[in-house]
Structures are given as structure tokens and as C-alpha cells.
């Protein structure tokens, strides 16, 4: 398992993922996505969006606001439950969550070795003197006060005046903004039991603890579903998501170890769920939540006709009966699955003595799909073969113009941020004094570093099959050379 440091470097270095605010010192826990970043994480959304919306009957697809009415989240319980137990140093001022102030290092000065220094493991005692943590893990000296509860959810206000009954918060979760559209969708829809709706957006969470790169961030983007059911097939239901989200991820080319199920135990279980269980990834920082598919029963439903007044009901024509439904709920993270995508996708292998350094990404997720590399750019019928070229490839799929080193450092550059397919332009293609121009270029395939030679013209074709997974077959029929 490739360790965080790397990734993050490597995010930096080739324009995935940069700090925010970075040239004032960053933001803390806040990240923007660079020009590759951004594409990677729109295709893990567009195949999501296709997979989970477009190619399903019983789904569809909503764009809730972030700001929505306060009562929202009175209704759903976030303004009283969505907290975190937290302590401050009485002297430093840092604050912590109480339930993981023993997870990282402290900060001890010793009685028993006239006050010496020592960071101690989170949780482990002082091996001179016996003593555990009581004091600030970082400072060392101050006392903690009593855990208070910390509300989680950003508060800001809407309108001119800053006053109480302009509070609004940013949404926390992008679940209910599809809740209280249950009734225009279903209306508008003509829907019929059991039916999805779904919904891409950026959530609001004020951890006091963020952390692991994008893993833990305080502002983050959501894939949401919220598939309601008749009562009493949710059971049912819910392991059918379960499945289903759980083979999604290998799909798009996460090792299948990688990947575990976790159910939640009753004491860790959200107040409105019946049953949650976590798909989980191999993080660099250990098992850590992917994705969590939730039976938040009738729940969120119910509260909100009761906090509304609005009937949040769903007519059964068959027993002519009024039903609150039940729901499934799959959340996953856009930003973690990115994440998870980009650290399952990296490969350091020695090739002729070298490193090289590849991320083998799925075509559908892969942020350039194709390079066009003339192999002399001071050729210049080359060099306008491969420019045509890229223009044309580029009607169809995200490609991108290189010249600016020799051919080998062309291709661990593409290697290094998951581009797929090279495809190289040479004198052969366009011809010389010597000989007559082949209109053939090379194609070469970043994971087996196998090469195939094409006509021009069949080349839009030949990189549709590629796109679909048949190199094995296209290398088969046009024969072969290695790099
Ligand atoms: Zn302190
Ligand atoms: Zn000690």
C-alpha cells in the first residue's frame, strides 16, 4: 500500500489535488481540485450519475439548494444530535474531540527524569513513570476542561441583518434536500413504489478533528440516494443496495481486497437507522468508510409532515391505502472515492533499470484519455500530422499535444497521471526523401507498454474498442512490439 505522503506529493506535483488558499498558508482541511483532479473527480460523478440515475427505471435525479429553511434541520434532528463530544486546553487553547484525544501522540514532560520531554503513542503510558495522559496531548501542561457538546453544522445568516432569526446553516448532509422534496418529485414524476431519487452536491461538516488529506474534509461533495419502499421489503431492499454499491467500486478498477463490509453496532448506529453497514477501503491510513448504505426506516418522512404540516404520504392504489415510505440510503463520497480511485490506481514498477511511476485508472475515470506525441518535433509534417490528429481525437474524447521532451519521458509523464493510450506520430507516418509516407501511427498502451501500428483512418475506430477494455484483442490482430 502506497503511503499518503506519495499521493499527496504526486496530487501536488501533476496537478491533481493542491492545498487551498495555499499561497496564504492554506485552509485547514480544504482542498482544490487542479486541472486533472477536476477531471478525474467529474468522471468518478458522470459514472456514478449514468450508473446509479440514467440507466436505471426507478430512479431520478434532484439538484437541491445548500441553504435551506432552519426548520429543516430541527425536523431532522441535526440541531439537537449532530454534535461531537469536545474538550479545550485550559492553556493552549487547542480543542479536541474527548473521543479521540487518545489516538495520536502527547506531549509528557516527566517528573520521574527531572521533567525531560517525551512524545508517547497515543493511548500508551510513560515508560519512566507510569503515568497515562491527563493533561493536553499537545502542550503538555494544561488541563482539559469537561466535554461539552459541539454542534457540527456551519451556522451563517441569510439577508442583511446578523441576527437569530436569520440563521441559516449550510446543509450537512444533501439527504434532505431530498426528503422535503419527496412530495414535488413523486407528484411531478408519477412515480411508483420502489423508486430512487438522487442527487451530486457539496455538504457542510465543521469537524473539529479533519484529516487525512481529502478523506476527512470540512467542506465535501456527496453522491446521495435515497430509495424509498414499501415497509417491510426494506430489509430486503437494503441488502440489495448493499450488493450492488459494494460491486460498483471494482467495476471501476478497485482491487476487490481492498474492499470490506462493516456493520454498524447498535450503539454506533445513527438515531434514524434501523441498520447501516459501511463499505470500507484499504485507506493508506488503514480501513476507513467508503460509502454508507443506511435504513433510515420512515424517519426523516414523518418528521418532516410533523414539523411542516405538509402530508409526506404515498397512495397505494393496489389496497387503496395512505403509506409513509421506507428508505434506503447509499451516501457515498465524491471526494473519498476520488481519493480511493487515485490510491488503488498507483503502481511503482522498475522498467530497464528505471523507476516507473503509473497510475493504471480505468479509461472511464482516467483524466486524459489520450496523449499525441510527434516523435520529432523538428519535423515539421510530423508535427502538423500529430496536431490534426489531437484536434480530431479530440471531438470524442479528452486528448492532449506533448513535444516538450524525447519520447521515453513523454511516456512516464502520461504513465505518472493514468493516461491510457500514447499514440505517436513518426517519419514513417508522413514519409521522407527515402520513402513514401505508411499514414500509420503507433499506438501504445500505458499498462502492458505494448505497441500496435494503425492506419490513420481506422483510428477513431481501433481507440473505441480500446476505450472498452479489447486491447488484448487489437494487439492480437495488428501484432507487436514492446517499448
Ligand atoms: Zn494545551
Ligand atoms: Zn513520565
Same mark, same amino acid.
Given at each position: ?236 431492499? /437494503?441488502?440489495?443496495?448493499? %450488493?450492488? #454499491?459494494?460491486? +460498483?467500486?471494482?467495476? =471501476? ?6 474492499? &470490506? *463490509? ?124 500529430? /496536431?490534426?490528429?489531437?484536434? %480530431?481525437? #479530440?471531438?470524442? +474524447?479528452?486528448?492532449? =499535444? ?6 521515453? &519521458? *513523454? ?73
Amino acid at each position: 500500500m502506497v503511503e499518503m505522503d506519495k499521493i499527496v506529493s504526486l496530487c501536488k506535483r501533476r496537478g491533481f489535488i493542491f492545498q487551498s488558499s495555499e499561497i496564504y498558508g492554506g485552509t485547514g482541511s480544504c482542498w482544490d481540485y487542479g486541472p486533472l483532479g477536476v477531471e478525474l473527480k467529474n468522471n468518478v460523478k458522470r459514472a456514478w450519475w449514468r450508473d446509479s440515475v440514467q440507466s436505471r427505471a426507478d430512479m431520478v435525479g434532484l439538484d437541491s439548494s445548500i441553504l435551506m429553511h432552519p426548520r429543516v434541520w430541527k425536523a431532522s434532528g441535526h440541531l439537537d444530535h449532530f454534535t461531537d463530544p469536545m474538550v479545550d486546553c485550559r492553556a493552549c487553547k487547542k480543542r479536541f474531540r474527548a473521543d479521540k484525544i487518545d489516538d495520536d501522540i502527547w506531549i509528557h514532560f516527566c517528573e520521574a527524569t527531572k521533567g525531560n520531554k517525551f512524545n508517547i503513542p497515543g493511548g500508551e503510558a510513560c515508560k519512566h513513570c507510569g503515568a497515562k495522559r491527563t493533561l493536553c496531548p499537545v502542550c503538555g501542561k494544561g488541563d482539559l476542561t469537561e466535554p461539552r457538546q459541539f454542534n457540527l453544522m456551519f451556522k451563517t445568516f441569510m439577508g442583511p441583518v446578523e441576527e437569530d432569526a436569520a440563521v441559516a446553516y449550510l446543509r450537512p448532509e444533501t439527504a434532505q434536500g431530498i426528503f422535503v422534496n419527496f412530495d414535488n418529485v413523486l407528484q411531478s414524476m408519477r412515480l411508483k413504489l420502489p423508486f430512487g431519487i438522487a442527487q451530486i452536491g457539496k455538504s457542510f461538516r465543521n469537524e473539529i478533528t479533519p484529516g487525512n488529506f481529502t478523506f476527512r474534509t470540512r467542506e465535501f461533495e456527496q453522491m446521495e440516494i435515497e430509495f424509498f419502499v414499501m415497509p417491510g421489503t426494506d430489509e430486503e431492499w /437494503h441488502q440489495r443496495w448493499l %450488493d450492488e #454499491r459494494f460491486a +460498483w467500486y471494482p467495476k =471501476y478498477g478497485i482491487r476487490r481486497e481492498n474492499l &470490506r *463490509l462493516r456493520e454498524h453496532e447498535k450503539d454506533e448506529l445513527a438515531h434514524y437507522a434501523k441498520r447501516t453497514a459501511d463499505i470500507e477501503y484499504l485507506f493508506p491510513m488503514g480501513w476507513s468508510e467508503l460509502e454508507g448504505v443506511a435504513n433510515r426506516t420512515d424517519f426523516d418522512l414523518k418528521q418532516h409532515a410533523e414539523f411542516s404540516g405538509k402530508a409526506l404520504e404515498y397512495f397505494d392504489e393496489e389496497t387503496k391505502q395512505k403509506i409513509v415510505p421506507y428508505v434506503i440510503e447509499p451516501s457515498a463520497g465524491a471526494d473519498r472515492g476520488t481519493l480511493a480511485f487515485l490510491v488503488d490506481a498507483h503502481r511503482e514498477e522498475e522498467v530497464k533499470g528505471e523507476k516507473r511511476v503509473v497510475l493504471n485508472f480505468h479509461p472511464e475515470l482516467a483524466p486524459i484519455k489520450i496523449a499525441v506525441l510527434p516523435l520529432l518535433k523538428k519535423n515539421s509534417r510530423i508535427v502538423e500530422t500529430a /496536431h490534426k490528429l489531437c484536434a %480530431d481525437l #479530440r471531438k470524442r +474524447w479528452h486528448a492532449v =499535444y506533448d513535444d516538450t521532451a524525447s519520447i521515453g &519521458r *513523454l511516456y512516464r509523464r502520461q504513465d505518472e497521471v493514468g493516461t491510457p493510450f500514447c499514440v505517436t506520430v513518426d517519419v514513417q507516418t508522413v514519409g521522407d526523401d527515402k520513402a513514401a509516407a505508411d499514414d500509420k501511427v503507433t499506438i501504445r498502451d500505458r499498462d502492458s507498454m505494448q505497441q500496435v501500428r494503425v492506419d490513420l483512418t481506422s483510428l477513431p475506430r481501433v481507440m473505441e474498442r480500446l476505450m472498452a477494455g479489447e486491447w488484448p484483442q487489437v494487439h492480437a490482430e495488428h501484432g507487436v512490439t514492446r517499448e
